[in-house]
């Protein structure tokens, strides 16, 4: 395996010009394969590497997912609701608490984008649009949109997503000359949120369904408000421009829920005191 | 007798006007039970493509009717309503193609709250500061998250996640 990665990295190589540093580059990845990631000796405030390997410090995947977020802010601003805001971070935070990741600077918002989407950036970031805030019905759908979202963060799923792509961008990418550390971690993670409009692996969306399910279970709500949005998602047109990039990144929210009923099956029959809360979920004009 | 066919057509009307009923689709093969309990006795079936109307749900229930059946089947067994489409252009008041942003000439149409967020857009989109500084203000605090929790009388569980289907 490690071999077949030097060979990738050595036919990037060859398409460039500056080999020499290439081999610099090379003898620096070789030695995070090797040494434990934690203690990789940089100069504070550097811009965070992406090892192709192994554990990311937990302090550059905040940095990472606080690049992710602030792109994506770029592109679609948060809802000028100050109340709406703190709202779901509250929500969002108490999810959190019930994961393996409490500790995390957890920051949620809803964006003001008519598009049905929610974003999970490294680090904790949540980002969630407007156009889907307004199908849920109460605080439990919320939850359940927020803990499939805690899901993918608890799990690292883009963060190994963006790891898979360094192993096949480090060879272009590192080859770079020095340039500012901002534009830098941008090289690291593609231009603008461009990870955010990739897809993760039908397995991943599945295991955040699983994950999140339980986590609002956890927290207290009614198990059923992500499922619940799925079968409110699920009933909107594939052709719809709101739903487009929802569509292209996930399976059919059909497949989700079929996948979710196998999983939970009979499990939750025996929870009965689940709150959906309708009356607290705070209202947002359209 | 003419008199009380139109007053229950008019009670059904209203039913569909209010929302109060939905048609769904069984998602798979399910029985029907006479209560939302997974040991209720079985009442009927519903075949895998089958309309089902919706009644009502009760947490992971939805009670409904199958031709002249009534019962209980799972909720995830169901897929809500009919295909409909949601076009964010008609919600923003008629602007064509505002999820890309832009109106068909190719201009760039001012779209305050109707913003789409596709692929391009993420792709180049800008890193705004300013912003991630705000959302960042809205954060709040493990106690301040548990003391909102213990006012909704939320209360925290054990739980194990579940393992993927076929384990």
């Known amino acids: ?286 | 007798m003419t008199r009380i066919r139109v007053s229950v057509m008019a009670l059904g009307l209203l039913a569909l006007a209010a929302g109060a009923r939905e048609s769904g689709v069984a998602l798979k093969d399910d029985v029907l039970r006479a209560e939302p309990f997974g040991d209720a006795k079985t009442v009927g079936t519903v075949a895998k493509g089958a309309q089902v109307t919706i009644v009502k749900r009760v947490s992971g229930w939805y009670q409904v009717t199958v031709g002249k059946t009534g019962g209980w089947v799972r909720l995830l067994s169901i897929r809500r309503g009919q295909a409909t489409k949601i076009d964010p252009a008609k919600e923003a008041g008629g602007v064509a193609a505002l999820s890309s942003g832009r109106g068909g000439t190719g201009q760039i149409v001012s779209t305050t709250g109707v913003r789409g967020l596709g692929e391009e857009e993420l792709k180049t989109a800008e890193f705004d500061e300013a912003a991630l500084k705000k959302a960042q203000s809205f954060a709040v605090s493990q106690a301040d998250a548990q003391a909102f929790a213990a006012k909704g009388k939320l209360k925290a569980r054990k739980l194990d996640y579940l393992p993927p289907p076929g384990d």
């Open chain 1, 1 to 286: 395996m490690r071999h077949a990665i030097f060979c990738l990295l050595v036919v990037l190589a060859s398409t460039d010009a500056q080999a020499q540093d290439f081999e610099k580059t090379l003898r620096g990845l070789r030695d995070q394969f090797t040494a434990p990631a934690q203690e990789s000796p940089r100069a504070e405030g550097a811009a965070p590497s992406i090892p192709p390997f192994g554990e990311v410090p937990e302090a550059d995947e905040i940095k990472i997912g606080q690049r992710i977020a602030g792109n994506v802010l770029g592109a679609a601003p948060l809802v000028g609701d100050p109340a709406l805001q703190r709202y779901v971070n509250r929500v969002g935070r108490w999810l959190a608490s019930q994961s393996e990741r409490p500790g995390l600077p957890w920051t949620f918002g809803v964006i003001d984008s008519n598009d049905v989407n929610a974003f999970a950036a490294p680090g904790g970031y949540i980002l969630v649009t407007k156009g889907l805030y307004v199908l849920l019905r109460d605080e439990s759908e919320l939850a359940g949109v927020l803990a499939h979202e805690v899901a993918h963060v608890v799990r690292k799923h883009h963060l190994k997503l963006l790891q898979q792509t360094q192993l096949i961008g480090a060879g272009t990418e590192l080859l770079k000359q020095r340039v500012g550390k901002d534009q830098r971690v941008q090289g690291l993670i593609g231009s603008g949120a461009e990870i955010m409009a990739r897809g993760l692996d039908k397995a991943a969306e599945f295991e955040a369904d699983r994950m999140g399910v339980v986590l609002a279970t956890r927290a207290g709500y009614d198990s059923f408000g992500l499922p619940a949005v799925l079968q409110e998602i699920g009933h909107l047109s594939a052709d719809s421009g709101a739903v487009a990039l929802l569509f292209k990144t996930h399976p059919h929210p059909d497949e989700r829920l079929a996948r979710l009923g196998e999983a939970m099956g009979s499990r939750f029959d025996g929870i009965k005191d689940g709150k959906s809360l309708p009356e607290r979920l705070h209202k947002t004009s359209r």
